[in-house]
C-alpha cells in the first residue's frame, strides 16, 4: 500500500508531540507500507533526514514569503499545493492523510483531482483550540469554517481522544461512522526505564539519589505550555523549595529565550533534547508535572513518561483523553492550586507511593499502547474507506 503523507511542520527532529506522532507512524508504517511524505522547513531545528527505509521518501516543499503566515499559509500557499501535486503524481498513493488541519485544503484538491481516498487527522478541535487561546475572531471563524469542510469532504476524520471526537458528532453533525479515535503512542522501543540512563543524568547535575528531581516536557514556543512553565514557577517551585531546597527542576523543551523571567536557581532550562536523551532525563526524573490549563493537544508526553515508569502529577485538562489510566496510576488534580502543590509535596515525601504509581502507569501503559496496535487501527480506517487494493481510478490532468 502507498501512502501520501502530508504535514505542516518539520519531522527532523520532531520538536513537539505532533511531529513526533508523524514521525512514529512514517517510522512504523514504512514497515510493511511505502509512505511518501511532503514537510515544511516551519518550526524547524535543521536536523538531519534519520529515516532511511527504501519505503520512506521524504520531501520538502521550497520556503517562500507565504510561510510568514506560518500555519495559515498552508491554506493558500502555491508552492505547497504543486509540492503536492507533484509528490502525488509521483508516488500514486492508494490514501492521503492530512497530519493536522493546515494541509487539508491541498488533500481535498488531490482527492478530487485524483479519486484517492482522504484521511484527515485532528490533532485538535483547532477553532475552539484558537477561541481558547484568544486569536481574533474572524481567524477563529475561517479555522472552524475549513475545519466544517474538512469533516464533511474527508473520507475519514481521525481524532486523538474520545472527547474530540464526541465534540465533532454533537456540535458540527459529523457522521459518526466517518469520525474514528486512534490513540497517540509513545515508541516504546524507546521509551523505557533504564537505570544507567538515569545515574548518568543524575551525575550530569550533581544529585544524589534521595534529591527530588522535577521536570516538564513541551515546546515552550506554544503558549498553553509557557503557562505551564509560570505555574511552575509561581506555584510549584516556592512551595517545593520552601520544604526540599535541594530539589532540582528541569524545563525540557526548544523557546526557553521566550521565558526568561522564570529563571530560578534550582530551575534547569535544557532547550530542545534528542529522542535519546529526552529517553534518559524521564529515567532520571522523580516526578512528571504537566500543569497545562489551556489549549490541547497530541497528549503524547504522559504516556512517554509513564513508560518510563515515572509518577505523574497532571490537570484535569492534562490529562484528558487519557482515561484508561486509572486513579492510582497517575494524579490527577483539576487544576493549579494547592492541591496540585500538595500531590507534588506528597509524591517528594512518600518515594514507595511514587514508585508504586510510576510502576502501575508503566504496566498500563505497555498493555494499552504501542505502534502495532496504532498502526493496526490506521490499517482499519484505510480498510473501511477502500483503499487497500487496486488504486481507485486515478485521473490524469
Known sequence: MRIL????????????????????????????????????????????????????HISYYRPSLFDHLRVLSFLVNPHYYRAAERLCRESQPDVIQCETLWPVLAGWYLRRRYDVPLVCVEYNVEGDKFAELGRPWPIVFVVRAIE??????????????????????????????????????????????????????????????????????????????????RHIVGYVYPAVMEEHPDAQFVIIGQGAELLTECRREHIIFTSY???????????????FLVPVETGSGIRVKIPEATACARAVVATEKAAKGLELFQDDEIVRVE???????????????????????????????????????????????????????????????
Open 335 to 397: 487544576t493549579v492550586d494547592e492541591g496540585f502543590v500538595a500531590a507534588v509535596l506528597r509524591l517528594i515525601e512518600d518515594p514507595a507511593l511514587r514508585t508504586g504509581i510510576g510502576a502501575r502507569a508503566q504496566a498500563r501503559t505497555m498493555k494499552e499502547f504501542g505502534w502495532e496496535k496504532t498502526l493496526a487501527a490506521y490499517e482499519e480506517v484505510y480498510a473501511r474507506i477502500g483503499a487497500f487494493g487496486s488504486k481507485v481510478g486515478h485521473r490524469q490532468p
Open 273 to 287: 533534547l534528542s529522542r535519546q536523551d529526552l529517553v534518559a532525563h524521564l529515567c532520571a526524573t522523580d516526578i
Open 148 to 229: 466544517r469542510l474538512a469533516w464533511q469532504h474527508a473520507d475519514a476524520v481521525i481524532t486523538v481522544s474520545e472527547t474530540d471526537r464526541e465534540q465533532l458528532v454533537e456540535r458540527d453533525g459529523t457522521p459518526t461512522e466517518r469520525i474514528h479515535t486512534i490513540r497517540p503512542s509513545p515508541d516504546l522501543s524507546d521509551f523505557h526505564f533504564d537505570e544507567q540512563s538515569r545515574a548518568a543524568v543524575r551525575a550530569r547535575y550533581g544529585l544524589a539519589e534521595d534529591q527530588p528531581m522535577l521536570t516538564f516536557v513541551g515546546n515552550l514556543k506554544y503558549e498553553p505550555n509557557q503557562q505551564a512553565v
Open 5 to 56: 503523507l502530508l504535514t505542516s511542520f518539520d519531522l527532523f527532529p520532531p520538536v513537539h508531540g505532533g511531529s513526533s506522532v508523524a514521525y512514529n507512524f512514517i517510522k512504523h508504517a514504512a514497515k510493511r507500507h511505502d509512505v511518501s511524505a511532503l514537510i515544511s522547513h516551519l518550526y524547524s531545528l535543521g536536523g538531519d533526514v534519520d529515516l532511511t527505509s527504501d519505503n520512506v
